[in-house]
Structure formats: C-alpha cells, structure tokens
C-alpha cells in the first residue's frame, strides 16, 4: 500500500483520478485492475500545513504576564 496525492480531472461528462507512473509500476497495477480508493478532500490548507495551536492560557492573561514581568517599573 502506499499514498498518492492526485488532483480529479474531467473526462468528458465524468471525474477521473490520475495515478502516476512510479505508483504504478511500483505497485504493478495493470488496466482493468481494480484498486480501493480512500477519499480525503482537503478542506483548510493552511490549518493542515500549520496545524492548531491550542494555549494553557487567555491572550489576556499572558499579556497580563509580561506586564508584570517587564522591565519598564
């Protein structure tokens, strides 16, 4: 098993997914094989690059932090 990413093309009145050439030789995939697809859209690009950043703490009380902590007294 391995994973592709692959974009969905048109083919006349249908949508189509194209598997490139070093997955097929790799996995030795011949027309009229049948294979089993795992759809996953992807939905945020940035939130999957980047992630979620969850804080222990409120932007307030960090900010309330550094104003303690600042050397400006």
Do not use: C, Y
């Not at 294979?35 to 980047?50: G, H, P, Q, R, Y």
């Not at 979620?52 to 600042?70: A, G, M, N």
């Amino acid at each position: 098993m391995i994973e592709i990413k692959s974009q969905l093309r048109e083919w006349g009145r249908s949508i189509g997914v194209v598997i490139p050439k070093d997955a097929v030789v790799s996995e030795h995939l011949e027309a009229g094989d049948t294979v089993e697809l795992i759809l996953l859209k992807k939905t945020n690009a940035l939130k999957e690059t980047f992630g979620t950043l969850k804080f222990k703490k409120t932007t307030d009380e960090i900010l309330k932090e550094i104003k303690e902590e600042s050397w400006d007294e």
